[in-house]
């Protein structure tokens, strides 16, 4: 399985990013996927998780809820993170993550050490 991100860049505080995962495979659908970040001499962290096959449930950080909103077309194996309302310190490199086999209704994993596979990460830098 192997993921590629892609889609980050630079935006102005209060604007909108949005990020996309491909994944290889044809066992998409039955992986969790989630969206980590790490700013620089911070740990990775959380953004948003999503359930396997259709999505029906998803996390999102404190920090993000509200702003950013993760969804999943397992007809094109690409799960996304749309992000508006920027601010700056939402400035960090992006990973996508999978993990699975997972049942559609299995406990959305929340740390890092839980997900199978990584993509490659993308910058996304917001300016004041």
């Known amino acids: 399985v192997q993921l590629q991100a892609s889609g980050g860049g630079l935006a102005r505080a209060g604007g909108s990013v949005r990020l996309s995962c491909l994944v290889s495979g044809r066992t998409f659908p039955s992986y969790a996927m989630s969206w980590f970040r790490q700013a620089p001499g911070k740990e990775r962290e959380i953004v948003s998780a999503?359930?396997?096959?259709?999505?029906?449930?998803?996390y999102y950080a404190d920090s993000v809820k509200g702003r950013f909103t993760i969804s999943r077309d397992n007809a094109k194996n690409t799960v996304y993170l749309q992000m508006n309302s920027l601010k700056p310190e939402d400035t960090a490199v992006y990973f996508c993550?999978?993990?699975?086999?997972?049942?559609?209704?299995?406990?959305?994993?929340?740390?890092?050490?839980?997900?199978?596979?990584w993509g490659q990460g993308t910058q996304v830098t917001v300016s004041s």
């Open positions: 993550a999978a993990v699975g086999p997972r049942g559609p209704l299995a406990t959305l994993m929340m740390r890092a050490a839980d997900y199978n596979y």
């Open positions: 999503i359930g396997s096959s259709l999505g029906r449930q998803a």
